[in-house]
């Protein structure tokens, strides 16, 4: 018997054989893990409206949510091979195939919401975008991803000793577990959806994560102390594939790059929207929230994690010409 996943592949891998002409014949295929209603998901709707409306319908997008095709890892590698046209992924699986993307998820390197948003909408965001393409990937835009902080069942944190010791579930991923070493916390690195009955059952005493996701994941009401560290502000990235973009005629490819940036504005207001209920829903709990952090000494225990992952002269650049970046800090807002 054929699985759901293998029954919708067929068509989309056979697609990918196909000749330039016969590809345009049919919709884009996209894939993104997040369900239906997510503002990642409905970004990729509207690149579909805008398509169908701006190319007289020549032009649509079938968008399969909800990990119908599957985890990141294999829709990373199906894309590359062409069997899907366009997805939407999280930049840890894009650290260990694209190493200038290890920049934008280093810890304490944004100052702020608008100034990660500044670094993606900006050269230096375009710059990493364009990385992917010896990889078989063409990046099309950035989507938020929040603000990522810490929260757990024994205390407040403050200040990094205040996590010494700590049993903190982390991504399977090497920069946050080289960011929970230097913070004196162990690193534990366990599947999302594990992570609720393992904070029940002690396995770990605490996670991070945005806002919408502690609320949603029903984290806030087993770890009750969230402290508003915005360590990591790691974008989502909409991807091309590299074999699909190349079949396309130019103006295909402006058609669809131009839907692409246009949908960020729109994800951004929906994830803005989402962040602040998701923040008003924790907090009438009665969640314990500390924002009076020593920031400033976080972000100094990650000076050996920089060195650790900023192997080579350019990646350093990289790096520096983020921090460079200007926005107006000032602006910050409870969308974290």
Not at 12 to 30: M, N, W, Y
Not at 305 to 324: C, E, G, K, M
Request: proline share 6%.
């Amino acid at each position: 018997m054929l699985s759901r996943r293998q029954i919708l592949l067929a068509p989309l891998l056979l697609a990918a054989c196909g000749k330039g002409a016969e590809h345009r014949t049919r919709p884009l295929f996209a894939a993104d893990t997040h369900p239906d209603e997510y503002p990642t998901v409905q970004a990729l709707h509207a690149i579909d409206r805008l398509l169908n409306e701006r190319t007289n319908g020549e032009m649509r997008v079938r968008v399969y949510a909800g990990g119908q095709m599957g985890a990141e890892k294999d829709t990373l590698e199906i894309t590359v091979f062409g069997g899907l046209d366009l997805n939407r992924v999280n930049l840890a699986p894009l650290n260990s195939i694209v190493p200038e993307s290890i920049a934008l998820a280093l810890p304490f390197i944004f100052r702020s919401i608008s100034h990660a948003r500044a670094v993606f909408d900006g050269s230096v965001g375009r710059t990493i975008l364009n990385a992917m393409r010896p990889h078989g990937l063409y990046g099309l835009c950035y989507y938020d991803s929040g603000a990522r902080s810490f929260y757990n069942t024994k205390r407040p944190i403050r200040t990094p000793d205040d996590l010494r010791g700590l049993k903190i579930r982390v991504q399977n991923s090497d920069i946050y577990v080289g960011m929970v070493q230097a913070l004196g916390a162990n690193p534990t690195p366990i599947p999302y959806g594990e992570v609720y009955q393992a904070l029940v059952q002690g396995v770990v005493d605490g996670a991070e994560n945005n806002w919408p996701s502690y609320e949603s994941s029903r984290h806030y009401e087993v770890a009750r102390n969230y402290s508003l560290t915005r360590h990591v502000m790691a974008p989502e990235v909409l991807v091309a594939s590299e074999r699909s973009w190349t079949r396309m005629t130019p103006e295909e490819q402006s058609y669809l790059q131009a839907a692409a940036i246009d949908s960020v504005p729109l994800m951004r207001d929906m994830w803005d929207a989402r962040v602040d209920s998701s923040r008003n829903r924790v907090l009438k709990s009665g969640v314990d929230l500390v924002e009076d952090l020593d920031h400033a000494a976080f972000a100094e225990r990650m000076l050996p994690v920089w060195d650790q992952f900023l192997t080579t002269p350019a990646l350093r650049a990289l790096a520096d010409d983020i921090v460079n970046v200007s926005a107006d800090d000032s602006e910050e807002s409870t969308h974290d």
